[in-house]
């Protein structure tokens, strides 16, 4: 796996929840935008402190939990 070096857990940080490069802008945050349907550019001009590789680091990040869980489906 790639280093996701703009993926930070820190305990004083929104209760230790994964953020963006240490700002109090949590990567389910983020995730729950784009599954909602923003897009990348919209998500960006509403965000401006915000940058492309933030959000493509954030779906990798989801990307490697989600392949660490088996889950039965019925």
């Given at each position: 796996?790639?280093?996701?070096d703009?993926?930070?857990?820190?305990?004083e940080?929104?209760l230790?929840?994964?953020t963006?490069?240490?700002?109090?802008f949590?990567v389910?945050?983020?995730?729950?935008?784009?599954?909602n349907g923003?897009?990348?550019?919209e998500?960006?001009k509403?965000?401006?402190?915000l940058?492309?590789e933030?959000?493509r680091?954030a779906?990798?990040y989801a990307?490697?939990l989600?392949?660490?869980?088996l889950?039965?489906i019925?």
């Amino acid at each position: 796996m790639e280093k996701l070096d703009r993926i930070t857990i820190n305990p004083e940080i929104c209760l230790g929840q994964p953020t963006i490069r240490g700002m109090r802008f949590t990567v389910s945050f983020l995730l729950k935008m784009l599954a909602n349907g923003d897009s990348v550019q919209e998500i960006l001009k509403s965000y401006p402190f915000l940058e492309e590789e933030d959000i493509r680091q954030a779906l990798q990040y989801a990307a490697w939990l989600a392949s660490d869980q088996l889950v039965k489906i019925a």
